[in-house]
């Protein structure tokens, strides 16, 4: 069965940096491009950016460039978002897609990550 | 301000019919890229139900189809059920990024 698993809620402060994770599984890790996506509370979907874990090959949204980092380990079928220094903005729920011909077929289960002072 | 432009709601009776639409411009769907569906319910992930326009994944109920034309597209859900409340968004591609719309809020009745 295809799965992707991230990792879990994150309570931080501001100025903090943060890596959260997205382990995939059932299928050719380094062979799909890995998409990040932002939820803010009450809101809607926000692309961020994605990575292709064969190469490391990374593509940001304007909005995101320079704000947050994504990196990947092939060896462990596993892909990052990291911050190095968060805002309260940065506030959300953040989601792993697999990137298909079809779309974002599989979706990880979110992470939560709260950044407050 | 999302690039592609959704109701923010629509409602429905059981086993009624209701659409969503999904507007764009020529940068985006007029552009000829391919439009994707997600269903969000409460507390969850989203949910792929219509992939390439018109096409379903295996398990999504035939309830559900899509359909696009020139600059726009349009999520159908016949035989409205209780279990389809959810929010709904499109998804397609602008300049090659990746773009969502806002997201419709979908009331059955």
């Known amino acids: 069965e295809v799965q992707l698993v991230q990792s879990g809620p994150e309570v931080k402060k501001p100025g903090e940096s943060l890596k959260i994770s997205c382990r995939g599984s059932?299928?050719?890790?380094?062979?799909?491009?890995i998409d990040w996506v932002r939820q803010t509370p009450g809101k809607g979907l926000e692309w961020m950016g994605s990575?292709?874990?064969?190469?490391?090959?990374?593509k940001y949204s304007p909005s995101f460039q320079g704000q947050v980092t994504f990196s990947a380990d092939e060896s462990i079928s596993t892909a990052y978002l990291q911050w190095s220094s968060l805002r309260a903005s940065d506030t959300a729920i953040y989601f792993c897609?697999?990137?298909?011909?079809?779309?974002?077929?599989?979706w990880g289960q979110g992470t939560l990550v709260t950044v407050s002072s | 301000q999302s690039v592609l432009t959704q109701p923010p709601s629509v409602s429905g009776a059981p086993g009624q019919r209701v659409t969503i639409s999904c507007t764009g411009s020529?940068?985006?769907?007029?552009?000829?890229?391919?439009v994707h569906w997600y269903q969000q319910l409460p507390g969850t992930a989203p949910k792929l139900v219509i992939y390439?326009?018109?096409n379903r994944p295996s398990g999504v109920p035939d309830r559900f189809s899509g359909s696009k034309s020139g600059t726009s597209a349009s999520l159908a859900i016949t035989g409205l059920q209780a279990e389809d409340e959810a929010v709904y968004y499109c998804?397609?591609?602008?300049?090659?990024?990746?773009?969502f719309g806002g997201g419709t809020k979908l009331t059955v009745l």
């Open positions: 897609t697999r990137t298909s011909t079809r779309g974002y077929d599989r």
């Open positions: 059932g299928y050719n890790f380094d062979t799909y491009w």
């Open positions: 990575i292709f874990p064969g190469d490391s090959d990374s």
């Open positions: 020529s940068s985006n769907i007029g552009a000829g890229y391919n």
């Open positions: 390439g326009n018109d």
């Open positions: 998804q397609s591609y602008d300049r090659r990024l990746s773009v």
